[in-house]
């Protein structure tokens, strides 16, 4: 397997509202940003990945974009931009932007121009189309943050395409003016001095022609027709035309994605179109269609899915590995125990950061922050937890169900804001008010507090970096999943003649794990671990809640 820097790498993603806020205005900023570079160097990461600085009315909180050659007025200026990039390059960090072109905002220039009427330069900007007949939309597709895919604008009789909200248009990729101004779009932020994109559901940019029916399903009606459409990979190819020019690296969201598919992007080659791809499967094993529809915790199906995404993509491709981002809530809250935090949270960044892949870890994972379960709707900000929740109101089910789900679900509780100290508003800002509320754990969970415990989640995390780092069996070994009871994942990776065993245990039970003959646990260095003393019983032990084990054999 060819190595390159990319796959070196760990990435650290900031979602910049809730990070750090530098002018005492209770929303994070560059400036914030700045006085936490050396933090985040420390963690022992290489780049860091901003979720969208640009101008944005906020409607999905800059998601929708009015401006992609700007910075917020909430964040900053383009100069204090510029420093912070500067300033992590000094550091040795790599920066990643994030590259929203499926939609922008409707505050974007060209939609309100596009919206003057049919003759104005930018209507084929985006995808306007007549209804079917009088207050009918062009097609039956649904948006996936509920509702119509379609709005009406009553000036040109005519409906614009969101597949998200409403104030997110959908560009009209097939226009190749439209094109242009994305390949210049990354020209701009690439002769900055940017290092590479994360690209938002960058699946999502090909529509089938003649915009047909889609099945009837709810949320994702027409999914098949503005997913995956007949010329994406033409569109990226172009767009790589313009990466090639550039040592920058892309990372693809893909929804719904599955390895086979995936490797008609990722495949190294000469037609490779994106470095690596998110896929989402391994989000889904506490849920069914949506986050939403919360199902138990499926410890069995997450090893299936990993083990499948290790497989297909070893030798050929290669994997972007996460488990938190600012769209799923935290991890511990779902697939571990908030009961015992510290040991689950440490077993799963052992779980998939020793996985072939670069690995991606988001604001606050470091520290195991946990759901704050706020009880009550109006106290949320994310668009899409105020339209599910419409959305199961319709369909007639209790609120206070539906809380339970949000409160389990909503991205929400992934963006309250970063817990840095036990200082009033978590250190997080010196304002009366942060934009939202804190989690009232903060007292405990924070940084000062993980930095000054040697067993802390913060602490476990720079060593398992740093074990990365130091050995090529973790990125570049091969994999192999261990039979086990299915609360157990356990896998050997292999590697110019050394193995690798990973143990994670997803339960507060315990359970007799034995290795397998040839790999000798007397023989191995236990590398990282969670528990203080690991005795060995023959070649296997008692496994306790959410342990975790790394034996390496050289
Ligand atoms: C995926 C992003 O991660 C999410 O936050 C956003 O709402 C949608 N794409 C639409 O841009």
Known sequence: MEKKWYKEMSVYQIWPRSFCDGNGDGIGDLKGIL?????????????IWFSPLYPSPNADYGYDIANYRDISEDY????????????????????IMDLVVNHTSTEHEWFKESMKGEDNPYHDYYIWRKGRKPGKEPNNWLSTFQGKAWEYCKDIDKYYLHVFAKEQPDLNMDNPKVRQEVKDIIKFWLDMGVDGFRED??????????????????????????????????YLREFKEIYDQY???????????????????????????????????????????TNWI????????LKKVYARWQKDLYGKAWNANYIENHDQPRIISRYGSEKYRQQSGKMLATMYICQSGTPFIYQGQEIGMTNPKIPTIDRYKDVSSFNTYALFRKLGIPDSITMKFCMYASRDNARTPMQWSAEKNAGFTTAEEPWFEINPNYTEINVEAEKNNPH???NYYKKLLKFRKEN????????????????????????????????????????????????????AELVLWNYDNNPLVHNGFMTRPYETRVYLIK
Do not use: W
């Open 294 to 301: 919360v199902t138990p915790f499926k410890p069995g199906k």
């Open 35 to 47: 006085s936490k570079l050396d933090y985040i160097k420390e963690l022992g990461v290489d780049a």
């Open 76 to 95: 900053g200026t383009l100069e204090e931009f510029k420093t912070v990039l500067d300033e992590a390059h000094k550091r040795g960090l790599k920066v």
């Open 472 to 523: 090529d069996i973790v990125k570049y070994g091969d994999f192999e999943m261990l039979k086990t009871c299915k609360d157990i994942f356990a896998y050997v990776r292999t590697y110019e003649g050394q193995k690798m065993l990973v143990l994670c245990s997803f339960t507060d039970k315990e359970i007799a794990f034995r290795a397998p003959k040839d790999f000798d646990l007397n023989a």
């Open 201 to 234: 559901v960058i699946t999502f940019i090909s529509k089938k022609e003649g915009l047909p029916n889609g099945f009837p399903i709810p949320t994702a009606c027409g999914i098949e027709h503005y997913m995956n459409g007949p010329h994406l990979k033409e």
């Open 456 to 458: 802390s989640i913060l």
């Open 247 to 289: 040592d920058c690296f892309t990372v693809g969201e893909a929804p719904m994605m599955t390895t086979k598919r995936a490797l008609e992007f990722i495949k190294e080659g000469d037609d490779q179109l994106l470095n690596m791809m998110f896929h989402f499967e391994h989000m889904g094993c506490d849920n069914v269609i």
